[in-house]
């Protein structure tokens, strides 16, 4: 709609091959704000998350940004690599197009993705960061906490772990807490019964089985794989009718494959499934009977974890990070086991197999309860808060549209993109800032040209630079139709030959 302010939203990632629980927070992040925001979802390449989002009907750009992965694990050099950063080619080109653009505010997503918060903030363009995962706590944690300070105006944090980072003050002037939840119309919830039979039936999973299930996106030794194998070799001497399934891409194959030879060597290859990619995760969840999270860091959230339990699943996790807090609220904190005690985690899965109906409850109640706190009611009542709140504070005075169109930003083409929203009018100030820093780029360009020409020992390309750089009026008046007296080209023609022949 016309009347809806423009807003842009950076995500880190696209994946080709599946999509992480960041990336479809992100989706429906987006998917909810544009009831109030023209949103423009900027991607690093094409994956599942831009095809998703075209399918939503939000408008997808793609612009490869680097990521400062220190962010996440800060360290004293910290500093110095987000300036090194900003004087790289993509931060540029990202400036450039936003200055056209000038969206009422940006919001990034994840502490790695700093350079979306750096160029929107040296322009005068409000940033929210949107905070997911747990900063690690070491003596340099505070250099990351200052940079998300000094360039944002808000900060979004998705849990009190992903929040405990910020000092007290910050807390309480610029941190809001806003808890993910799920698309009811992804969740499939009339065909429970179906697809739970159908999906038990493809894998081979007799009705009085009991199947215990494992997903990450991508699986590496921190999602704790190895762990659940451990897991499950205890549990399988307990019960002989336990079958046992692993969802996701390796991301670590080495590992993956160490994990797959385990299975073997304890003789439990004909109860275990491996399945790389499931295109029915909803059928998956439907066809469990328990769910384990057994993450190895602390996660900002746990977007299996919930999942899990808005499908009724009674969830087993090891009590770190964001999964204490969403276990504790769905009413399966008595499932916390601590971090690394496999044999902790055997026996809260065995306890749940031993009494099925237990089980069943123990889901069911689940259900209700993550519903309440983080169910899609929930979640838009938070989202429609925040929502007014940004628009009086960011677009109570939305500019007039510029009579040039946004630049789509650097990156593939994508066939059958539309055209992004007009873009809107600089502010004050603007365009004098805007032409000096072009005028700047331009004479940095030459003087680079110059100075490699230079060390090659090539004077002559040093004076076609230079050639290049005057002809460029001449090029410009050419193109507008010469509105000069012939008498002044003429003359303007016999001067650049004249110099010419000097050069």
Known sequence: MADKATIVLFSHVSNTRSITGAEKLLLFFGRELSRFFECILVAPHEGKLTRQARSFGLNVQLMPIPLLYG????????????????????YRELTDWLVVLRPAFIITSTCVHVLPAMAAKSLGIPVVWKISEAITDNEYTGISVDLI??????????????????????????????????????????????LRSERRLELKVQPHQKLVGYISSFINKEKGLEHFVDMAVIVAAAHRDAKFLVIGTPGDKSFYDRCVRKVKMEGLHSRFQFVGYENCLPAAYCAMDVLV??????????????????FGKPVVAYASGGLQEILQTGGCGDFLVPVENTVALADAVKALLAEPGH?????????????????PAAYRMRLHGLAERWSLRYCSSPPAAIPVAAAPPPGPAVPGESEPPAAAEPRQGTSRRVSLRRSKIRRGRLRRAKDRARRRGRPSAIRRASRKRRSKPAARRKRSGGK??????????RRTKGRRKAA
Request: glycine share 8%; charged share 25%.
């Open 484 to 493: 000069r007296s012939g008498g002044k080209r003429r003359s303007s023609v």
């Open 71 to 90: 962010m996440y694990t800060p360290y004293a050099g910290l500093p110095a690599d987000a300036r090194q950063l900003q004087e790289s080619r993509e």
């Open 293 to 310: 999270v057994p993450s190895l860091i602390r996660e900002g959230f746990g977007m299996t974890a919930l999942e899990g339990m808005s």
């Open 359 to 375: 089980a069943a409850a123990i889901g069911g109640r689940a259900r209700e309860l993550a519903e309440a706190a983080y169910g």
């Open 149 to 194: 300070h000094r360039n944002s105006d808000e900060i979004l944090a998705i849990s009190h772990t992903a929040a405990a980072c910020f000092p007290h003050e910050m807390m309480v002037d610029k941190v809001t807490l806003l808890p993910p939840s799920w698309n009811d119309e992804e969740m499939m919830v009339a065909s429970w019964s179906k």
